[in-house]
Structures are given as structure tokens and as C-alpha cells.
């Protein structure tokens, strides 16, 4: 079963604007993560927040994590064209060494120049 | 600095025919390996994932099974493909329980 769900499932925005992404999950975390995904490729790991953790930056992301309602948020600010691809949340439950990770579905981010 | 690599990059493979992906990690040691499966550019489904050398441990009944017979090397084999099988499959690694790292990945088509 997937852990995060994705919404919306596709955005399209022009360059310039803000871009927020929903994420929402099932079962408690130790962690949430967020990747990216340019077509075709690998996954680039974006940005983790720990479930003691509210918000958390890095350069033009922003995230929030509120554990109460199992939800998460993405906000890309100032999007630029390059910004295009796939992002996808995943959970860390915890209690393992291993970090496995259940992702969810993605959103499709297309930032028009 | 740290590195993975899989191979090949694309494979078109008839049904019925065997399967081997190959994932080697550079860099570190002893690593969390994991192989995922993505279908239609969405989502991905953790298949296995290994702690250490020889350990193998499924998420998911299926066609499929893998190996590490080293430290950094973690292969996914098929004995016979199925249509099914056909998807984008994505090696990665880790270090406890954050972020991980992800290969090129292996575009298998199954005709």
C-alpha cells in the first residue's frame, strides 16, 4: 500500500509563481521525505523532515509536516522552467535500520517559461 | 564521494526469456541497497531490499528475485519474464533510515 498521496496529481503554473504540492499518509513516521524526478531518470532526494519537526528550509522549498493530520506540504517559490518533473513524498516509519521507504503517486510539476 | 551505476540503461526482452539488472554502489560500504519498480512514470513499489551481503528480503510476491553476493552489488533476475514485468526499475542505496540515493535506472520493456 502507498504510504503518501500525492495532490494534485498534475500542476501546470507559469515561471514565477508558487508552486505547492499536498502529500498525505496513512501510518506514523519517523521521517518524510521529499524527491524529485526529471523524465526518465532517477529520483534526487529534495528535503527530509523529521516527525519533531514542523517546518524546514532549503533554498527556494519550503515544507511543513503536520503529524496530527498526517499531511505534508511542498511549496517551491519563484518556479523556474527547470523546476519541471516529478515529485514524489515518502515515509520513513522507523524502527528500522533500513529506512524503507513507501512512496506516493507524485505530482507532474510543469512550469511554463 | 559516493556513486551508483546500473546497467543496462534500456532492455527489451521477449516473454519467457531470463532477466539480469546489475546495480554497483561506489564510495561507501556496507550500504542499505533497495531495487524499486515505477510503472507509467508514477509512483514506485519497493520489490527488495538488503542490509548486508547474502540478505535478501521481499516486499512483494512476483516474478522476480535479487541477490548481493557483494558488499556493493546488488543484482534483480527473472528466470522467465512475463508482460507484466515490463517498467522502470530504480536501484538505491542508503545509510539508516534517511535520505537515499538513486541510480539511472533501467528502462525494461517485455514483449
Known amino acids: 500500500s502507498q504510504q503518501g498521496e500525492e495532490d494534485p496529481q498534475a500542476l501546470s503554473i507559469q515561471e514565477g509563481e508558487n508552486a505547492t504540492m499536498n502529500c498525505s499518509y496513512k501510518?506514523?513516521?519517523?521521517?518524510l521525505q521529499w524527491y524529485r524526478q526529471n523524465s526518465g531518470r532517477g529520483l534526487v532526494h529534495l528535503i527530509l523532515i523529521r516527525s519533531n519537526e514542523r517546518e524546514k528550509h532549503s533554498g527556494r522549498l519550503r515544507v511543513t509536516l503536520d503529524t496530527s493530520k498526517k499531511s505534508s506540504s511542498l511549496l517551491i517559490t519563484a518556479s523556474r522552467a527547470a523546476d519541471t518533473a516529478s515529485y514524489f513524498c515518502?515515509?520513513?516509519?522507523?524502527?528500522?535500520?533500513?529506512?524503507?521507504?513507501?512512496f506516493g503517486q507524485g505530482t507532474i510539476l510543469t512550469v511554463h517559461p | 564521494s559516493q556513486t551508483i551505476h546500473q546497467w543496462p540503461a534500456t532492455l527489451v526482452q521477449p516473454v519467457g526469456s531470463p532477466l539480469s539488472l546489475e546495480c554497483t554502489v561506489e564510495?561507501?560500504?556496507?550500504?542499505?541497497l533497495y531495487w524499486y519498480r515505477q510503472a507509467a512514470g508514477r509512483g514506485l513499489q519497493l520489490l527488495f531490499y538488503?542490509?548486508?551481503?547474502?540478505?535478501i528480503s521481499s516486499e512483494v510476491p512476483q516474478n522476480l528475485s535479487a541477490s548481493r553476493p557483494q558488499d556493493r552489488q546488488f543484482i534483480l533476475s527473472s528466470k522467465k519474464l512475463l508482460l507484466s514485468d515490463s517498467g522502470f526499475y530504480l536501484c538505491?542505496?542508503?545509510?539508516?533510515?534517511?535520505?537515499?540515493?538513486f541510480g539511472p535506472g533501467t528502462r525494461l520493456t517485455v514483449t
Open positions: 538505491a542505496w542508503s545509510k539508516s533510515s534517511y535520505e537515499q540515493y
Open positions: 501510518t506514523s513516521i519517523n521521517n
Open positions: 538488503s542490509v548486508g551481503i547474502g540478505q
Open positions: 564510495g561507501t560500504s556496507n550500504p542499505n
Open positions: 515518502a515515509g520513513n516509519a522507523g524502527g528500522t535500520s533500513y529506512g524503507k521507504l513507501t
